[in-house]
């Protein structure tokens, strides 16, 4: 998590929004849109065979293009799959 952490520090520059997202993003004060994003690809991560077209309205509903929805999904999608390999591989983290 430290990795994504920083990333995260460097992208937001609020030091006190990121330590709430690490802790709980559904209650970190984040606006509608990337509360949407956050569920939709925890949502992906967690359940994939639970997806309906109704997870992707509801990215739309909150502002997201389609491309836009196209990129989150290939995004999260590629972290599961980075993931999946460093696991299956035994891979650690520096």
Do not use: C, Q
């Amino acid at each position: 998590m430290t990795h994504h952490r920083r990333g995260l520090r460097r992208k937001l520059r609020d030091d006190a929004l990121v330590d709430r997202i690490v802790e709980d993003y559904r209650t970190a004060g984040l606006d509608p849109r990337r509360l949407a994003m956050l569920e939709y690809a925890e949502k992906l991560t967690l359940t994939p065979a639970d997806m309906t077209s109704d997870d992707v309205g509801g990215l739309r509903d909150t502002g997201f293009e389609d491309a836009d929805i196209l990129a989150i999904a290939e995004v999260a999608a590629y972290y599961a799959y980075v993931n999946r390999i460093a696991d299956g591989l035994g891979v650690t983290l520096e």
